[in-house]
């Protein structure tokens, strides 16, 4: 096998830091006698933007306003300083690019910074949980501590019965709750964007070193990568571990199941982009077999934790099964067949219901590619946040197709991560998982856009050119390159704030919320029925092996606008007529989730808690500033 020779380290220009002639490029490179290293100016402009930025980042925390945020979500809540930290953060991140050739921890440690100035402020700020839906989860550990066992087979209503099918990631936080000590897993949930963060980024740099020695390019990639990662999936939840060992098994296969003479001439530097790396060594028959086998836990892993990863990860597989490098069909079945296994075991009742509902869903791309309830945003925040999503899309497509096209050779060889990339696309026409099709789809896509996307902003190291340039000169594409670099991260970073920020205030959710709503909950006889606009708010679904629920306005803004002209006639034919309990909770979470995603009009969730309080079929028990609730009262029951 050919020694690999490491690509020369440049600039963010393009031209290598020791661009200069002879003699006086090496004393460029030598601190001038008498200065401190900290000080010799290469690197003091590489820690200086770190220390500025965090101090900034620092003095901005603590003036985030998130209790009394409005329309705009958390956007209009941050203060300049906030801002101006992300700027001069993005300026010290290209400026260390121009050391990651000998320095590549540089680049690194302005990554780590932008995950924390990114994602840490909820994380440290919040005193609830962000994300009201991530409760559930919480109350599926507290499920699981409480019953020490698993009942795959028990019917339970909010679709929570999928929990004991795919159980991995609830019993890996059992035991962390008991571990730490911990009463739940409230504690610590709110970090889980930070920790997948954290673990995701060696990850992602395993794989694109597979394909790249520049490490410019690689850690603008994972750059990119956290800033688009705005899709709101590394909550606490168990497809954030999924992807984190989806990726995993990835990196595997690529580094270690090359066939023999599968490479071609993809091992020579003459047939190489610049920036790329040459295909790892083959491995033989044996050796694979070997590597199955210590996958096997692994992908079984998978199966345990999340149903919908396990055929990302087989369509995955199946696109590197067309190539020649890649060609490894026992892997594929043996990973096909540990998520048959499951599904048909453990995963059963869920999996017959999903091949009932293909029926309907198979080939129906227009349903399957919504996002979400049939609802249309509304608001500035809400608003906002859809249209800088698409954009952010599309920039990132936009440049990873640039790419695609220009740098032909650096496509060649990195052409898996290609295939991995869009082998999630024609899930679309199989289903529409909920109406979170579209963010999946984009979620397991994203690693090898971002790879792509910044191999459009990096140029070629020593400012090489190949065919499919356009005809440009190496010194324009050079000088275009130090100007797009730094603007398009910068625009990728602001792009981020409304796309994650944008519908914040349906995901902050006041303590004495939650404190009215778990009063309820636990008080509520067994067997229950408790009733919700929606299932977002915190401790929607808590106790839910006990009590039944119904979200009565998770459908079509159409349906809503009739069921408002009488409420409370359109609740009562699905309420219990047994003597159980039915009681409805109306909060402001509610009203926020509601009015943002177009699921009831203008003043819709004020009408409907007016109409069922001056309903005599319902009596308040309980109300402050932010909800109501009201008990059902049959109409055997008399009427106080």
């Not at 692994?298 to 345990?304: D, G, P």
């Not at 106790?543 to 606008?561: G, S, T």
Request: glycine share 8%; net charge positive; hydrophobic share 50%.
């Amino acid at each position: 096998m050919q020694q690999r020779v490491p690509a020369p380290a440049t600039g963010s220009s393009g031209l290598p830091p020791e661009s200069g002639a002879g003699e006086e490029g090496e004393a460029a490179r030598v601190p001038k006698r008498g200065l401190p290293d900290l000080i010799e100016p290469q690197t003091l402009f590489t820690w200086l933007p770190l220390v500025l930025a965090t101090a900034l980042w620092l003095y901005a925390l603590p003036r985030i306003d998130y209790r009394h945020m409005g329309d705009w979500g958390l956007l209009d809540q941050l203060p300049a300083a906030f801002f101006l930290s992300l700027v001069v953060l993005t300026a010290g991140f290209v400026v260390s690019l121009r050391r990651a050739g000998t320095a590549p921890w540089w680049p690194g440690l302005y990554s780590v910074a932008l995950l924390f100035a990114l994602k840490a402020p909820t994380a440290i700020l919040y005193d609830s949980v962000r994300y009201p839906w991530a409760s559930k989860h919480d109350a599926v550990v507290t499920h699981l501590l409480a019953n020490q066992e698993l009942r795959p087979g028990t019917p339970l209503s909010g679709n929570m019965a999928a929990y004991d099918q795919w159980p991995g990631f609830f019993t890996l936080n059992s035991a962390l709750v008991r571990a730490f000590g911990v009463e739940t897993t409230q504690s610590y949930l709110n970090w889980a964007a930070l920790f997948y963060g954290m673990v995701l980024i060696p990850v992602l740099v395993l794989v694109y070193r597979t394909f790249a020695e520049d490490w410019r390019l690689v850690w603008t990639g994972v750059w990119i990568f956290e800033v688009a990662n705005w899709v709101g999936q590394d909550y606490f939840s168990p497809q954030g571990l999924a992807l984190i060992l989806h990726l995993s098994v990835l990196a595997v296969v690529l580094r270690h199941f090359v066939r023999p003479g599968s490479a071609g001439n993809l091992r020579s530097r003459a047939h190489l982009d610049p920036a790329a790396a040459s295909v790892p060594p083959p491995t033989t028959a044996r050796q694979r077999a070997v590597c199955v086998v210590i996958l096997a836990p692994l992908i079984a892993a998978i199966n345990f934790t999340h149903q919908l990863t396990p055929v990302m990860l087989c369509v995955s597989l199946f696109a590197l099964n067309l190539t020649r490098r890649y060609r490894n069909p026992g892997l594929l079945v043996v990973t096909g067949l540990i998520m048959l296994v499951w599904d048909l075991t453990m995963g059963r009742p869920l999996f017959v219901e999903t091949l009932d509902s293909l029926k309907e869903s198979a080939g129906n791309l227009l349903n399957n590619s919504r996002a979400g309830y049939a609802g249309e945003l509304t608001g500035p925040g809400p608003v906002l946040q859809g249209r800088a999503d698409i954009v952010m899309v599309l920039v990132v497509a936009a440049l990873a197709a640039f790419a695609v096209l220009t740098r032909r050779k650096l496509l060649r060889s990195a052409l898996p991560l290609l295939l991995v990339s869009i082998a999630p696309v024609p899930m679309f026409a199989i289903n529409d998982y909920g109406g979170e099709m579209l963010f999946r789809v984009y979620l397991f896509g994203l690693p090898g856009a971002a790879f792509f996307a910044a191999a459009a902003l990096v140029p070629a190291p020593g400012g090489a050119r190949e065919p499919g340039y356009f005809g440009v000169a190496p010194v324009v594409r050079r000088r275009i390159s130090a100007v797009a670099l730094p603007a398009v991260l910068l625009a990728l970073v602001a792009g981020f704030l409304p796309a994650y920020y944008g519908k914040e205030r349906m995901y902050y959710t006041p303590p004495a919320e939650t404190a009215l709503v778990t009063k309820v909950i636990d008080r509520a006889p067994r067997d229950s029925l408790i009733l919700a606009a929606t299932g977002s708010f915190p401790m929607a679904l808590h106790r839910y092996d006990q009590l039944e629920h119904w979200f009565f306005v998770e459908q079509a803004l159409p349906d809503n606008i009739r069921m408002l002209k009488d409420p409370a006639g359109f609740l009562e034919p699905g309420l219990p007529k047994d003597g159980r309990p039915a009681f409805v909770l109306l909060t402001h979470t509610q009203d926020v989730y509601t009015a943002g995603e177009g699921l009831l009009p203008a003043g819709g969730f004020a009408e409907l808690t007016a109409k069922l309080s001056a309903s005599p079929r319902f009596r308040v028990i309980d109300r402050n500033a932010y909800g109501t609730v009201l008990r059902y009262q049959p109409p055997t029951t008399p009427l106080r």
